[in-house]
C-alpha cells in the first residue's frame, strides 16, 4: 500500500513530463493525471499526448476518466485569481479558461507583470548609460585627445544625457500606471 502511495506521489510530480514511462503508464491513475494537467493549465491535447503514448507499451489509457480529471483540474486553475496569478508570473495566455473573468484578471496581472518588467529595463539601461557617462568624462579630461575625438564623445555625452532625461522622466510616471482602477472581478456562482 505505501509502495503505491509513494508510486503515485512521484507520478503526480512527474505528471509534467511530455511522457510517461512505461511503469507509470502501468499505474497511472488517469483521473488524477487529468486533474494535475488541468490544474497546471495544460492544453487538453498536450494531455492526451502525453497519455496516449502509454500505448507503445501496450498499455490503453482510460481517456474518458483523464477528461474528467482534466475538466475537473481545469475548473480550479480558470480561477480569476489564478488568472491574476498566472499574469503576474509573466506566463502567457495559453487560451484553456472560456472565461472572461479569467481573461481579465490574467490581463490585470500580466499589466503589472510588464510594469515590472519595464522598471527593471529602465534601472538596468540607467545603470548602463551613468557608467558610460563616467567613462566619457574621463577620456574627455585627458590631454591627449584629438578635437574629433572630443567631438564624437560629446555627441554621445549629449545623447546619452537626453537619453537618460527620457528614461528618468518614464521611470516617474510608472507610479501613475499603478493608480489606474484595477479589474473588478465578478465570480460566477
Given at each position: 500500500?505505501?509502495?503505491?502511495?509513494?508510486?503515485?506521489?512521484?507520478?503526480?510530480?512527474?505528471?509534467?513530463?511530455?511522457?510517461?514511462?512505461?511503469?507509470?503508464?502501468?499505474?497511472?491513475?488517469?483521473?488524477?493525471?487529468?486533474?494535475?494537467?488541468?490544474?497546471?493549465?495544460?492544453?487538453?491535447?498536450?494531455?492526451?499526448?502525453t497519455v496516449t503514448a502509454c500505448q507503445e507499451f501496450g498499455i490503453s489509457p482510460d481517456?474518458?476518466q483523464y477528461k474528467e480529471g482534466y475538466n475537473n483540474g481545469l475548473r480550479y486553475y480558470?480561477?480569476?485569481?489564478?488568472?491574476?496569478?498566472?499574469?503576474?508570473?509573466?506566463?502567457?495566455?495559453?487560451?484553456?479558461?472560456?472565461?472572461?473573468?479569467?481573461?481579465?484578471?490574467?490581463?490585470?496581472?500580466?499589466?503589472?507583470?510588464?510594469?515590472?518588467?519595464?522598471?527593471?529595463?529602465?534601472?538596468?539601461?540607467?545603470?548602463?548609460?551613468?557608467?558610460?557617462?563616467?567613462?566619457?568624462?574621463?577620456?574627455?579630461?585627458?590631454?591627449?585627445?584629438?578635437?574629433?575625438?572630443?567631438?564624437?564623445?560629446?555627441?554621445?555625452?549629449?545623447?546619452?544625457?537626453?537619453?537618460?532625461?527620457?528614461?528618468?522622466?518614464?521611470?516617474?510616471?510608472?507610479?501613475?500606471?499603478n493608480k489606474l482602477p484595477s479589474v473588478h472581478i465578478d465570480y460566477e456562482l
Amino acid at each position: 500500500m505505501i509502495k503505491k502511495c509513494v508510486f503515485s506521489l512521484a507520478l503526480i510530480t512527474l505528471s509534467g513530463c511530455t511522457s510517461l514511462s512505461q511503469e507509470e503508464c502501468a499505474y497511472a491513475n488517469w483521473q488524477q493525471l487529468g486533474y494535475d494537467h488541468g490544474q497546471s493549465g495544460k492544453t487538453y491535447s498536450q494531455g492526451v499526448d502525453t497519455v496516449t503514448a502509454c500505448q507503445e507499451f501496450g498499455i490503453s489509457p482510460d481517456v474518458a476518466q483523464y477528461k474528467e480529471g482534466y475538466n475537473n483540474g481545469l475548473r480550479y486553475y480558470c480561477k480569476p485569481e489564478n488568472g491574476f496569478a498566472v499574469g503576474i508570473r509573466g506566463e502567457s495566455f495559453n487560451g484553456v479558461c472560456n472565461s472572461k473573468q479569467f481573461r481579465k484578471a490574467w490581463e490585470e496581472g500580466n499589466d503589472r507583470y510588464q510594469v515590472e518588467v519595464r522598471k527593471t529595463e529602465i534601472k538596468n539601461r540607467l545603470d548602463t548609460i551613468n557608467r558610460r557617462l563616467e567613462v566619457i568624462r574621463s577620456e574627455l579630461s585627458a590631454a591627449n585627445i584629438s578635437s574629433n575625438e572630443r567631438a564624437v564623445l560629446i555627441n554621445e555625452q549629449r545623447d546619452l544625457d537626453d537619453e537618460r532625461n527620457d528614461l528618468r522622466r518614464e521611470r516617474a510616471l510608472i507610479p501613475l500606471l499603478n493608480k489606474l482602477p484595477s479589474v473588478h472581478i465578478d465570480y460566477e456562482l
